[in-house]
Every structure is written in structure tokens, then in C-alpha cells.
């Protein structure tokens, strides 16, 4: 794999004189930007300041994002958004999958290339794609094919913990020439979501909600402590208690009901797309779950949130928001181990003690004080 990815390094510079003579005399917009994030969905909503703030200050610029599938719904509704270009990730294996996509975007006529996740097929693709200025977050684990096609941007941004991700995200845009920003995160929601929301938590509530989901397996809590903190909700307040996620988490969804009763409980896994959810999150009192996006995004919203953080680098990437609780045990050596621009997927140690430690009744103690939070 890594000869493999050295092919693209010895192909990028071999081209590069050809390809920057060609991006010069190419049709260009000029007032146009096209963002790479292909990250997952907590990142892209940490990545919505950027396009508000790039049309903040120039209005008229066109605004592209090249996303992963899954993050569509995240910026489908999103106002300062112009475009959106779908990278297919088992399109683009292999050097002709790049070389296709590249000329796709070639043919799209962006002058500017903003890399906010730094891959080889994002900055590959940026340069085939003869974008004549291409500006890069410089991520603090590069390798060394990394740092080589990295040389070849017009500038790089530096990501230095502990600064945020979305801090790094939000500088690099000194390259565009726009000197202020403002990190509050968005999420919009679809034209119908209240509509489709309307009836779905029966009496007054109050709601918590359980994410129960994750995009990696890694950070999972476990279904036996989402199980158990739903009973000591149910059991110890007069909260109800909605479960989220895809239909992936049926399962569990279903074994928590199992435990702790249907009459509180409200399985919503799979029910809402990701532009309908904005409409649920606002009715809940408090959200639980892991590093995930359905946190990231109730957290947008104003709603309290209760993070079990587990291997995950905090400095980073968090919740930002005035009532969000972080739940981490790092005190552990091998704590965090998982970080914005370096994810693994599976525990090195092979006990993952940063989440089997972590108790339902210690999660249980910040719910209940948002709980009564909101009810004084």
C-alpha cells in the first residue's frame, strides 16, 4: 500500500510543471472555492463555520464542497453552499478512479482548492484537476507521502494541538484573505422535518436521547451500558427516553426496550434522515452518546450533551457548547489514542478500558443534572 501511494507522489511532481502551465491558460472562475471535507458527519458539522464565514465575507464567491455520501444531508439545506460533489470512495481506487474524478472537478472551473481533510486522493485529485490555487490544512500525523504532496499546495495551514480541528479549519482561511470568523456550528434542517417529527414523542416529556450509534466501532459504548443507562432513567426520573440512530442499531434499540419497557421508550432508529433529525434534537432535554455526529449536531442546536469520549482526542474535536459534559478517564496512558487527522479503528492495547470503565451510573449523574438544570 505504500508503494502504492509513493506512485502518486512520483506522479504529482512529474506532471506538476505540465499541469500548472495547463491551470493557467484553463477556463476559471475566478471568484470560486472548492472545500475538501470527506469526513464523517461529526466533523462536517464542526466544518459548517467555514462556508458561513467564506460568504460572510465574500458574498458573491461561488462555494463548492466535495463530501463522503454520508454527510449529503448535513449540507443539503445548508444556505452558503452552492455546490455539492459526492467523492464515491470505491469510484476512485486506483490511479484511473482519481484521474476520473479529477476531471470532473476540472471541469467545474474552481480557481481555489481548500483541503480541509488532507488525503492523497483529495490533494491528488485537487492538482489533476488543475485548480491553480490550492491551499491545505498541514494535519500534525502526516507521513511521508502526505508531507510530499503537500509541498506541492500553494499554502498550508498548520495543525498544532491542542488546538481545535475547526480552529485549524477556521485560519486556514488568512489564505482566501479573510482575517475574522466566528466558530458557532449549523445545522439545517429539511423543509418537511417538522411535519415528520410532529407526533412521534407521545406526552410532555421530558425526552434524553441515546445515541446509540457510531461510525467506528472502536468508540462503541457497548449495548449493555446503553441498556442499563436507559433503565436508570427510566427508573430513577420521569424522563422518557428516545433512542437514535440507523436502522443498524434495531437491534440494540430493540434490547433496550426489552429492559427497560416500551410505555417511556421511543425507538426512532431509522426513522429520520440526518436533515430531519434537527427537528427531533430540538425536543429533547439532554443527549447521550459517544464521539458522534448526533451529538455534534444536538450540540449545535443548543442542546445539553453528554459525551462518552473514550479513546478520542478531545483537544481536537469536541462539543463547544455551554451545557456539554465530557466523560473521559484520562488519566488511562494510552488516553486519547484517536485523533482528527490520525483514526484508528481497532484498540492497540485490546481491552479498550477508556469505555468498559466508564459506568452507566457515572453517565447517569450528568444526565440528571442538565435534567434538573432544566427543569429549575
Partial sequence: QRGARLIYVILAYISYPFIALLSRLGKREKDSVLVFQTAKIG????TTPVFREIKKARPGIRLGVVIDPV????????????????LDRKKTRGLFGKLSFAARLRSRG???????????????????????????VYPDYAGRTLKYLLALCTGVE???????S??????????????EWDTAKEVYQSPDAESRVRGMLAGDGPFV???????????DWGRDNFIRLAGIVIERTGAGVVLLGSEKEAQVANAVIDYAGSARTHNLCGLLTLA?????????????????????????????????????????QRPTGPMASIIQDRELSCVPCSHTFSTPYECRQKHRACLTEITAERVFRQVQKFLGARAS
Fill in 43 to 46: 466533523d462536517m458539522i464542526c
Fill in 71 to 86: 454527510t449529503r444531508p448535513i449540507l443539503q439545506f445548508n444556505p452558503h453552499v452552492d455546490e455539492l460533489i459526492v
Fill in 110 to 136: 474552481y480557481s481555489t482548492a481548500l483541503v480541509l481533510m488532507p488525503n492523497v486522493t483529495n490533494l491528488f485529485t485537487a492538482l489533476w484537476a488543475g485548480i491553480p490555487e490550492r491551499f491545505s
Fill in 158 to 164: 498548520y495543525h498544532i494541538s491542542p488546538r481545535m
Fill in 166 to 179: 475547526m480552529e485549524t479549519y477556521l485560519r486556514s482561511l488568512r489564505h482566501l484573505g479573510i482575517d
Fill in 209 to 219: 436521547g441515546v445515541a446509540l450509534g457510531t461510525g467506528n466501532e472502536m468508540k
Fill in 276 to 316: 430531519e433529525m434537527p427537528a427531533l434534537l430540538k425536543r429533547l432535554s439532554v443527549v447521550v452518546g459517544v464521539d458522534t455526529g448526533l451529538v455534534y449536531m444536538a450540540d449545535s442546536l443548543g442542546v445539553p450533551v453528554v459525551v462518552v469520549a473514550g479513546p478520542c482526542d478531545m483537544n481536537d
